[in-house]
């Protein structure tokens, strides 16, 4: 026997709001954070706005238990370790690039010099932002760099390197990341 009362599910009420009718060819997954401020924007604060505003409530915890579900903090088990090799002219690489809603939280840097002759020196920038200047490695050497504050990137902001001096081909970036958004 179905009941006739409202369902729990759907805020008190058994229709489609208007924002979901805009995001009802569209899943979880797909959805971007700027469609939710597109479709966010048209929610006033008022009496008749009450549905929309449950709907948008919903939609956006629905959208944050896919894309972040710890809450912006690191998400078990996507850590990743990659690696690019410098170019030449000063010329710069991209080592970690995001997609869509990505985002990581970078936990280690290292600059690698295969070379036994001379030190490298490279510079580390996340989208066209230096973030360090001067990272040098020696000959045959591996050298992390201490991370002093959080380094995110995201779909427009991806980290980069150029190398400064030394032989360009013997010097790669090694970085670690793990996502806190997907």
Known sequence: MQSCEPSDLTGGRDSVGEIRNQLKSQNLESVLPNALKSVGGQVFPDEPSIVDQIDFS???????????????????????????????????????????????????????????????????????????????????????????????????????????SGTASDAVLIVNAIKVSQ
């Open 58 to 164: 919903q939609i956006v915890k629905a959208w944050s238990s896919v894309h972040a579900p710890t809450y912006g903090n690191p998400i078990g088990s996507t850590s990743t370790t990659v690696q690019a090799a410098g170019q030449g002219g000063e010329a710069e690489v991209d080592v970690l690039t995001a997609t869509k809603s990505e985002v990581f939280r970078v936990q280690a840097i290292a600059l690698q010099n295969g070379g036994g002759a001379a030190p490298i020196v490279a510079k580390v920038l996340i989208g066209d932002c230096p973030i360090i200047f001067d990272l040098t490695g020696a000959p045959s050497t591996t050298t992390p760099y201490s991370l002093n504050q959080p380094i995110f990137v995201d779909a427009n902001s991806a980290l980069k390197f150029a190398v400064l």
